[in-house]
């Protein structure tokens, strides 16, 4: 077993004491080709990293989620699960488990109505992806927290579904994101990169060429999503959206016959 998951368990040992502990995690990820595309319904090209969210759980009979962290400065969580939970302050991690928390309640409500109310569990995060590098380790928290609330009802999401819903799911924290982070998360496979169409969701794996290895540097500057950095990213998706419609209007001005062959999608 991992450093990292060893770690997890024996903080969670220490904060609720012995259990019946298993890991779930989720990778975060790299992106290839495609900035600010997804959103619009534009291919992307990602890849999951060996980098990684996990948590040590153990299920919980009562119906909410409390979770500390191997890093001392972020605080611990409780909440309750339900349909519509109240999130914390902009900018506050127990966001990410909340946004996972609402969105497979909803799931379950709609296809498994008789396994509500559901198990929380009990947990201990861990992480390798470095926080607010462009890596998705907000996202990957997101998924594991998912993975780990559908894993304790035994609830049978299938991963493609996982994907959309989570991508919708995770603007609960503010930020107006595609859904490459959460497909890439939990669709990647060894070896390959992830060609990711949108509305309808699609996955083509792409091979990795032999003897080909990605290298992700780390500029060491902090992207965090908050305050004015929240802003500009919500910005430069509404900017984004804007330009895709003006484009869109100028090709049907100009080549009226050309539109079904444009690679222009509505959002």
């Not at 902009?90 to 909340?98: D, E, F, L, Q, R």
Request: aromatic share 6%.
């Amino acid at each position: 077993m991992s450093a990292l998951y060893e770690d997890a368990k024996k903080r969670f040992t220490a904060v609720f004491g012995d259990g019946d502990i298993e890991i779930v995690r989720a990778p975060g990820r790299v992106n290839l080709i495609g900035e600010h595309t997804d959103y619009n319904g534009l291919p992307v090209l990602p890849m999951a990293l060996d980098r990684e969210i996990a948590i040590a759980l153990a299920a919980n009979s009562q119906p909410e989620i409390e979770l500390t962290n191997v890093i001392d400065t972020y605080p611990a969580v409780k909440f309750d699960l339900g349909s519509s939970i109240e999130p914390y302050n902009t900018g506050h991690w127990g966001n990410y488990a909340k946004a996972a928390a609402q969105v497979i309640w909803g799931w379950a409500a709609a296809n498994s109505p008789e396994s509500l109310p559901l198990k929380g569990y009990r947990g201990c995060v861990a992480g390798s992806v470095p926080s607010g590098s462009g890596l998705s380790s907000s996202s990957a928290l997101v998924v594991a927290s998912a993975l780990g609330l559908a894993h304790v009802n035994n609830l049978p999401i299938p991963g493609p579904d996982l994907a959309d819903l989570l991508a919708k799911g995770e603007r609960y924290v503010g930020t107006e994101g595609g859904g490459m982070d959460q497909a890439a998360s939990i669709l990647s496979q060894k070896g390959f990169a992830l060609k990711i169409d949108f509305f309808p969701l699609r996955i083509t794996p792409v091979k990795v060429p032999a003897g080909c290895s990605i290298v992700v540097a780390n500029s060491l500057v902090v992207a965090d999503k908050t305050g004015g950095a929240l802003q500009a990213y919500n910005t430069r998706v509404a900017e984004c959206r804007l330009g895709l419609s003006l484009l869109k209007d100028m090709v049907a001005e100009s080549c009226p016959e050309a539109q079904s062959a444009v690679l222009l999608k509505d959002f």
